[in-house]
């Protein structure tokens, strides 16, 4: 079908108009776009070709088949939305970037006495005996930032992701204020190598809360570790992982887990198997954990999970747990159980709600080996909640709150309780 003059002077001049933001395109798009530009252009030289002597004419032809070179040059540094969500495509390249993080600060207190080493709940160092009044804090600190790239492959995407804060622990009642690695690494084919959540932790099932620390009973650790994933959507989710070995030990630990998602939720399994090392002494311990989830309604999740563990030198494959003590040439570990619930409400697009409960209790007791080489001022019991909100008055912004209490019980009975209230304000970008 021929072009006239008038219909091809439009066009070309829609095409030179288009704001910016209109050449944000994804992939597909933005060589449709380049394509439909190159017929024009041929068009347009078929047209010159069939009318020689009209120099007015060819003049005009010539005039618009410049502009459309120049949006076409415009297009090669155009930028393009990339495969991830809220993504750009690298120039020049297939692989896709996303920069994304928040600014976040917290405003802490503590109703009883608080807790040394931390902003946050510290339930397992909370003063024990009566305490009427803590302390006030504010901190910036969890503020964090990443970048994650994807990159199509023959055999899938190459994935990799680089997060930091500025949360980095340097001992009680110090500057925190230093910046801090999260999380370091790449994914393809099914490996995962590099520092991230460890494949023990539940991290589908662990509720909300505006505490950074969250309750005890649960796993919160990032090793580096090296994991292979295998999924079946049939079958189940298969994981296996070396991990980095607990504080002195030498061997790394070995995780095994298997998920299992539902229209209705989720179930997983887990194990562990990780050594403890006390002044050159070592022991294996073992862990093993559940946990599920369940859609209650459109916008009601109700989580649980359950982990028992022996002993745990990092604090972190059981938040809660006690350390492992050396008695004589014997190391003994703390035999621990934890549990972790919680209900999540989203009740609009500006409002969200969690109530969780965090609990831990040693099978050990007054009398038995460990307790009589760790101390009866070891911890034989705690007991954490939370009841949080957050309230989004525009977009990109959250303000939280959130009413938190605790207690934590000793081997030979002595109590100490936690009543705070954390505030938040979280701005975030992407």
Same mark, same amino acid.
């Given at each position: 079908?021929?072009?006239?003059?008038?219909?091809?002077?439009?066009?070309?001049?829609?095409?030179?108009?288009?704001?910016?933001?209109?050449?944000?395109?994804?992939?597909?798009?933005?060589?449709?776009?380049?394509?439909?530009?190159?017929?024009?252009?041929?068009?347009?030289?078929?047209?010159?070709?069939?009318?020689?002597?009209?120099?007015?004419?060819?003049?005009?032809?010539?005039?618009?088949?410049?502009?459309?070179?120049?949006?076409?040059?415009?297009?090669?540094?155009?930028?393009?939305?990339?495969?991830?969500?809220?993504?750009?495509?690298?120039?020049?390249?297939?692989?896709?970037?996303?920069?994304?993080?928040?600014?976040?600060?917290?405003?802490?207190?503590?109703?009883?006495?608080?807790?040394?080493?931390?902003?946050?709940?510290?339930?397992?160092?909370?003063?024990?005996?009566?305490?009427?009044?803590?302390?006030?804090?504010?901190?910036?600190?969890?503020?964090?930032?990443?970048?994650?790239?994807?990159?199509?492959?023959?055999?899938?995407?190459?994935?990799?992701?680089?997060?930091?804060?500025?949360?980095?622990?340097?001992?009680?009642?110090?500057?925190?204020?230093?910046?801090?690695?999260?999380?370091?690494?790449?994914?393809?084919?099914?490996?995962?190598?590099?520092?991230?959540?460890?494949?023990?932790?539940?991290?589908?099932?662990?509720?909300?809360?505006?505490?950074?620390?969250?309750?005890?009973?649960?796993?919160?650790?990032?090793?580096?570790?090296?994991?292979?994933?295998?999924?079946?959507?049939?079958?189940?989710?298969?994981?296996?992982?070396?991990?980095?070995?607990?504080?002195?030990?030498?061997?790394?630990?070995?995780?095994?887990?298997?998920?299992?998602?539902?229209?209705?939720?989720?179930?997983?399994?887990?194990?562990?198997?990780?050594?403890?090392?006390?002044?050159?002494?070592?022991?294996?311990?073992? =862990?093993? @954990?559940? *946990? %599920?989830?369940?859609?209650? $309604?459109?916008?009601?999740? #109700?989580?649980?999970?359950?982990? /028992? !563990? +022996? =002993?745990? @030198?990092? *604090? %972190?494959?059981?938040?809660? $747990?006690?350390?492992?003590? #050396?008695?004589?040439?014997?190391? /003994? !570990? +703390?035999?621990?159980?934890?549990?972790?619930?919680?209900?999540?409400?989203?009740?609009?697009?500006?409002?969200?709600?969690?109530?969780? !409960?965090?609990?831990?209790?040693?099978?050990?007791?007054?009398?038995?080996?460990?307790?009589?080489?760790?101390?009866?001022?070891?911890?034989?019991?705690?007991?954490?909640?939370?009841?949080?909100?957050?309230?989004?008055?525009?977009?990109?912004?959250?303000?939280?709150?959130?009413?938190?209490?605790?207690?934590?019980?000793?081997?030979?009975?002595?109590?100490?309780?936690?009543?705070?209230?954390?505030?938040?304000?979280?701005?975030?970008?992407?």
């Amino acid at each position: 079908m021929k072009l006239n003059h008038t219909f091809l002077a439009l066009m070309a001049a829609g095409l030179c108009s288009l704001p910016p933001a209109a050449f944000a395109q994804t992939a597909k798009d933005f060589e449709d776009m380049r394509n439909e530009l190159k017929a024009l252009r041929a068009e347009l030289n078929a047209l010159k070709a069939q009318a020689p002597a009209a120099a007015p004419a060819a003049a005009s032809a010539s005039a618009w088949n410049d502009r459309i070179e120049a949006v076409e040059l415009k297009q090669k540094d155009a930028v393009v939305l990339g495969d991830i969500p809220g993504s750009f495509r690298l120039p020049g390249s297939e692989t896709s970037i996303r920069v994304y993080g928040f600014a976040e600060a917290n405003m802490v207190k503590d109703f009883k006495g608080t807790a040394p080493g931390d902003h946050f709940t510290n339930l397992m160092e909370q003063p024990l005996g009566s305490a009427k009044s803590g302390k006030t804090s504010l901190t910036a600190q969890t503020s964090r930032f990443g970048f994650e790239t994807s990159t199509p492959t023959g055999v899938g995407t190459f994935n990799t992701k680089i997060e930091a804060d500025f949360y980095a622990y340097c001992g009680a009642e110090c500057n925190r204020n230093r910046l801090r690695l999260r999380h370091a690494y790449g994914e393809y084919a099914g490996w995962l190598i590099g520092q991230t959540w460890s494949t023990f932790m539940d991290t589908d099932n662990l509720p909300e809360t505006v505490d950074f620390n969250g309750p005890p009973g649960a796993t919160f650790r990032r090793p580096t570790q090296v994991r292979y994933t295998y999924n079946n959507p049939n079958l189940a989710k298969f994981q296996f992982a070396l991990e980095e070995p607990t504080d002195g030990a030498k061997s790394p630990n070995l995780v095994a887990r298997v998920d299992k998602a539902y229209d209705w939720g989720n179930v997983n399994a887990r194990l562990l198997s990780h050594e403890q090392r006390v002044s050159g002494v070592s022991k294996r311990g073992l =862990g093993f @954990g559940l *946990g %599920a989830g369940y859609k209650i $309604t459109g916008t009601t999740t #109700l989580m649980a999970q359950y982990t /028992r !563990l +022996d =002993g745990d @030198g990092d *604090g %972190a494959y059981l938040i809660g $747990t006690n350390y492992p003590v #050396l008695d004589g040439g014997t190391v /003994r !570990l +703390d035999k621990s159980q934890g549990v972790v619930l919680g209900l999540s409400n989203v009740f609009s697009e500006q409002l969200r709600g969690t109530v969780s !409960l965090g609990m831990v209790r040693s099978r050990n007791k007054l009398g038995d080996a460990y307790v009589n080489a760790y101390g009866a001022e070891g911890n034989h019991k705690l007991y954490q909640w939370h009841a949080g909100m957050y309230y989004l008055p525009i977009k990109s912004v959250e303000l939280g709150a959130e009413l938190i209490g605790g207690r934590r019980t000793t081997f030979d009975g002595q109590q100490g309780e936690m009543l705070r209230l954390n505030l938040q304000a979280r701005y975030l970008f992407n």
